[in-house]
């Protein structure tokens, strides 16, 4: 499937026709209002065309998130930039990569460049636009997306596009869109630390192109209901369909729960279009507990199973790959704050990372926010697996751990 500039051109003209939100309307994330965060909103109003609002996550409360409200439409925007150095090259033996966007052994890197334009009343249509230039893009754009720009490693897309159209307490959303497991983001300003972590990248679907219903029960309790085309995949390789349930349930501030899963058709290994295929499940639970101001935990759990699936061993047959991450993150004051991240993963038969191994993490990030539109981050990262399991920068030689250490920088408009 191709995204076309007509398309685009379609959809700006069909928000055009939706009524003018209102100064009470709020914004919704790029997940539909499904994430499993707490947040806090605050609102200034600079004229009577332009609100603007700033939205904090408390585990990265040193860096608001601002969108402007002009004539209607919602706005938002950051670049991300890095300096990454790993210690080995990005790769397994198997050749599969070993990290999700800090792929850069030695360099800079325009991780991501993001525009976020929205319409999304509180009841009637509405739809979103997500634009996304860099390295993080030509790694996350859908399986049968061609880029809008392709230069080298850099590319540009359209990550999210999808029409919603909202009643009273039940939202449709049509389209691409961002999946819902995980305590992280492909959006860095939603994370405490600067990589993302095992779940994120070898775990969970990012991208999904289909139908999706959130039902708010009350201001605690939302129900979702969703069919899709699969992981990350725009045209359906599989010919099945995917479902999507979940469940988020935030008690009071200081709590929030996620509980969802995927079970649908997929080829016997990503990225494919013919092949044995089988059906691949994902059970995913987030909890978050914001224990003060200053300490919020998070805890993520991932099983994942596939039948008809590719091993390490080359054959064909069912395939479990599962894992667990836990975060700590703590604000000293408007300025410093520092994050810490563990994670065991068991890829036991090899689907995920091409090696059957026991792959461990952990991640230390220290965040210095000058201002409240910029963020420095520096990020120290040890991995472990119970085999040799890395590729050295000399293509031969290989290795069962790896250091990496990170500079980024983070800017909101």
Avoid at 377 to 393: G, I, K, P, Q, W
Wanted: proline share 3%.
């Amino acid at each position: 499937m191709r995204i076309k500039g007509k398309k685009i051109a379609l959809l700006i003209s069909l928000f055009s026709l939706f009524p003018n939100l209102s100064q009470a309307d709020t914004f919704a994330d790029s997940s539909s209002n499904v994430s499993n965060k707490n947040q806090e909103t605050t609102q200034a109003t600079t004229s009577c065309l332009l609100d603007v609002t700033s939205t904090t996550t408390p585990s990265v409360g040193n860096l608001p998130v601002r969108t402007y409200h002009i004539c209607g439409f919602d706005f938002s925007s950051h670049v991300d930039t890095s300096y990454n150095h790993l210690s080995r090259s990005d790769l397994f033996v198997s050749g599969v990569p070993d990290r999700v966007f800090d792929v850069d052994q030695n360099g800079f890197t325009l991780q991501q460049a993001e525009l976020l334009v929205a319409r999304q009343p509180k009841t009637g249509f509405g739809g979103v636009l997500d634009f996304v230039v860099g390295r993080d893009s030509a790694l996350m754009v859908p399986y049968g997306v061609k880029p809008l720009v392709d230069s080298q490693q850099i590319e540009g897309a359209l990550l999210q596009s999808y029409l919603q159209y909202a009643f009273t307490s039940l939202t449709v959303i049509a389209g691409n869109f961002n999946s819902l497991p995980g305590a992280e983001f492909f959006d860095p300003t939603q994370d405490m630390n600067f990589s993302r972590g095992i779940l994120y990248g070898y775990a969970e679907p990012n991208s999904l192109l289909g139908v999706r219903g959130t039902y708010t029960v009350n201001e605690q309790l939302s129900l979702v209901a969703g069919l899709n085309n699969g992981w990350g995949n725009v045209r359906d390789y599989s010919r099945r369909k995917t479902i999507e349930l979940a469940m988020t349930y935030n008690p009071s501030p200081k709590y929030s729960f996620l509980l969802d899963g995927y079970s649908g058709g997929e080829r016997y290994t990503s990225q494919v279009a013919t092949g044995p295929m089988g059906i691949r499940t994902l059970i995913d639970f987030v909890a978050t507990y914001n224990a003060t101001e200053k300490l919020t935990l998070a805890a993520n759990y991932d099983h994942d199973t596939q039948t008809k699936a590719l091993n390490a061993l080359g054959g064909i047959g069912s395939v479990t790959w599962q894992g667990i991450a836990g975060y700590i993150g703590y604000k000293f004051n408007d300025i410093w704050r520092t994050a810490l991240r563990g994670e065991i993963f068991n890829d036991q038969n090899g689907f995920a990372t091409g090696v059957r191994q026991n792959w461990k993490e952990i991640t230390v990030t220290v965040g210095y926010a000058p201002t409240k539109h910029l963020e420095l981050r520096c990020e120290a990262r040890h991995d472990f697996s119970n085999v040799n399991a890395y590729l050295d920068t000399n293509g031969v030689s290989t290795s069962n751990n790896q250091q990496s250490v990170a500079l980024e920088l983070l800017y909101v408009v």
